[in-house]
Nanobody, 127 residues
């Protein structure tokens, strides 16, 4: 079992920045691909980005490329999502998710391919 806890969300003006963190329990964090997703009110949960277990592969959805950056620190069991140049349309609950390397090799993993999810953290961008 892996427990994921997101933090770092908040209210920020357009153009501002936030850094989200996702802390994972357990001693096998480096065996998990980590993903970030978001869900705006009335919309489906959507992929934001993912990082491979080693950090060597990164993938982002087009709408955040050049603005958001994912990184991970396996020694701290933590994955980060740096959000820059925020826009009102980035307003959503942001979730991190973990997929064991034993669960499949699809890259990036589909939403249904993740094994564990955090509870989410709210990001609100005002115009």
């Amino acid at each position: 079992q892996v427990q994921l806890v997101e933090s770092g969300g908040g209210l920020v003006q357009a153009g501002g920045s936030l850094r989200l963190s996702c802390a994972a329990s357990g001693r096998t964090f480096n065996r998990y691909t980590m993903g970030w997703f978001r869900q705006a009110p009335g919309k489906e949960r959507e992929f934001v980005g993912a990082v491979s277990w080693s950090g060597g592969m990164l993938q982002y959805t087009d709408s955040v490329k050049g603005r958001f950056t994912i990184s991970r620190d396996n020694a701290k069991n933590t994955v980060y999502l740096q959000l820059n140049s925020l826009k009102p349309e980035d307003t959503a609950v942001y979730y991190c998710a973990a997929r064991s390397i034993l669960s499949g090799s699809a890259w990036p993993p589909p939403l249904s391919g993740y094994d564990y999810w955090g509870q989410g953290t709210q990001v609100t961008v005002s115009s």
